[in-house]
Nanobody, 124 residues
Framework: QVQLVESGGGLVQPGGSLRLSCAAS????????MGWFRQAPGKVREFVSA????????KYSDFVKGRFTISRDNVQNTVYLQMNSVKFEDTAVYYC?????????????????WGQGTQVTVSS
């Protein structure tokens, strides 16, 4: 089992940057594919990005591609989401998730463990 704790959310202006972190407990972090999802008020939770166990494969949703970068540090047991050129529509609660597989899934139901989320608000 793995426990996930997100941090780094906050208020950012349009065009600005923010880096989210997700710290994982346990000694098996490297065996999990990690993902970031987000949920805006009144909307369903949606896929943002995911990274394979080694970090060699990444996936992004179309609406963040070219602006967000996912990375991981398997020594620090942490996955990151670097958010650049943020837009108003990026406002949401961002969730970190872990999937006990070598595959890089983009579907919520494939992920086994979830963090509590961190709020990102883009406002001028």
């Amino acid at each position: 089992q793995v426990q996930l704790v997100e941090s780094g959310g906050g208020l950012v202006q349009p065009g600005g940057s923010l880096r989210l972190s997700c710290a994982a407990s346990g000694r098996t972090f490297g065996s999990y594919t990690m993902g970031w999802f987000r949920q805006a008020p009144g909307k369903v939770r949606e896929f943002v990005s995911a990274i394979s166990r080694s970090g060699g494969t990444t996936k992004y949703s179309d609406f963040v591609k070219g602006r967000f970068t996912i990375s991981r540090d398997n020594v620090q047991n942490t996955v990151y989401l670097q958010m650049n050129s943020v837009k108003f529509e990026d406002t949401a609660v961002y969730y970190c998730a872990a999937d006990n597989t070598f595959l890089v899934h983009t579907t919520l139901s494939d992920y086994d463990y979830w963090g509590q989320g961190t709020q990102v608000t883009v406002s001028s």
